[in-house]
């Protein structure tokens, strides 16, 4: 794969947080946490493209969504289509690095600040993996080779709102990527036994950032596939527990251990783990443009399971937790180490959940929006399964 294809320099990357639809607003709204500086210098037009990329998920087979529109709005004027792709895409395909354009368009120069993403309710005419025809516009394909449709709570017809200030300039092509990650978007089954998709996006920009790329191996020098390479970064001062750890970028390894990430120029616990193996870190100064190869040697470690309940009392069938296992773990460069994301799971409320973790101690914080963060101590023993009920 060409480093072209695999290159997303990302721009101005800032957390997304998902907020509550309100006032009869069904729409779901993604916001960033600064508008990165952008202004409204530039006059004339300029073309926008527009592409979509993925983080890594590990317990499905894949994840389909149908693209229909994008729409994007300039303040006091009207939402304009930016792409209608039209097309129903497999998000775990594009993991790595690989991306899937969606449209280019020419656009008014000057300064957006919200995008909307429009999911269809009728997938195009192309195959699944399983080779056979779309069942739904967007579901899941769990390792049981079972079809699971995915339906937004708040409804798909008013899209998904991305608020992410761009400027597009004069004579200029702006290229974004809408980073979905699908891994932390799919919620699975509760009492409610529907599967739910509440998106989780990154808007990247291929402009200004920093390059990691690398090798993940065993103890045996062979590489690791399917290993998976997150971005991490660790602010153990948060207020909230759960904001300690925020995962920046992720994707996984390819055939021949080789892994890619762009990231805003910043400070990063780089985290590589593989089933069987034990978590590695390292610490990397990212600065905009910086090139930097990181490589891993992951040591078999052996793994338990950790399973058990999640009750949101009082909650909706839909309401869904985050539960994230870290652990602390050696950062060269940070002799004090770190405590990083070993593992996640979105919890539908009255559902059960089971993860494989290697052997050991880990904190597990547990949040759901609008009440106080968990954090439970748990102890992974190789072999066994350890309990771990949360009720909120």
């Known amino acids: 794969m060409s480093r072209s294809r695999v290159c997303l320099m990302i721009q101005g990357l800032a957390a997304l947080v998902l907020a509550a639809c309100g006032g009869g607003d069904s729409e779901v709204v993604i916001s960033f946490q600064s508008d990165n500086g952008v202004s409204d210098d530039d006059a004339g037009g300029g073309t926008l493209v527009l592409e979509l990329s993925d983080a890594p998920a590990d317990d499905c087979l894949a994840v389909y969504v149908t693209i229909d529109a994008v729409r994007v709005h300039q303040p006091g004027g009207e939402w304009r289509l930016a792409a209608a792709p039209g097309t129903t895409v497999n998000l775990l395909e594009l993991a790595g690095g690989v991306r899937e354009q969606l449209g280019a368009s020419l656009l008014e120069a000057g300064r957006y600040t919200q995008m909307r993403l429009l999911l269809g309710e009728t997938a ?31 409804g798909e017809s008013s899209g998904v709102k991305i608020v992410h200030p761009f400027v597009i300039a ?23 036994g529907k599967w739910l998709l509440k998106p989780k996006i990154e808007v990247v920009a291929t402009d200004g950032a920093a390059y990691l790329t690398g090798t993940v191996g065993g103890g045996d020098g062979a590489p690791l596939a399917a290993a998976a390479v997150s971005a991490q970064v660790v602010d153990p001062d948060a207020a909230d527990p759960k904001d300690r750890v925020r995962i920046q970028a992720a994707t996984f390894t390819n055939e021949a251990g080789l892994y890619t990430l762009l990231v805003q120029p910043g400070s990063y616990c780089l985290v590589a783990a593989a089933v ?32 058990g ?18 652990q602390e773990v050696p950062c060269p460069g940070d002799p004090a180490g770190a405590v990083v994301e070993a593992g996640s799971l979105n919890i539908a409320n009255g559902a059960s959940y089971s993860l494989s973790l290697p052997a050991g101690i880990y904190q597990a914080v547990a949040s759901v929006f609008g009440r106080p963060t968990q954090v439970h101590e748990v102890t992974v023993e190789a072999g066994s399964t350890t309990d771990l009920d949360i009720t909120f």
Do not use: C, M
């Open 124 to 154: 195009d005419s192309g195959i699944n993996i399983l080779s056979e025809r779309h069942p739904f516009a967007n579901y899941v394909i769990d390792t049981d080779l079972e079809y699971h449709r995915l339906t937004i709570p708040s």
């Open 170 to 192: 004069s004579d200029r092509a702006t290229e974004l990527v809408l980073d979905f990650d699908a891994a932390r978007s799919v919620v699975k089954a509760g009492k409610s």
């Open 276 to 307: 069987g193996f034990g978590l590695k870190s390292a610490a990397v100064d990212a600065a905009a443009g910086g090139e930097y190869d990181v490589a891993f040697v992951l040591e078999p470690a052996p793994a338990g399971v950790v399973a």
């Open 309 to 326: 309940g999640v009750v949101i009392a009082g909650g909706s069938d839909e309401q869904h937790a985050t539960l994230s296992f870290r």
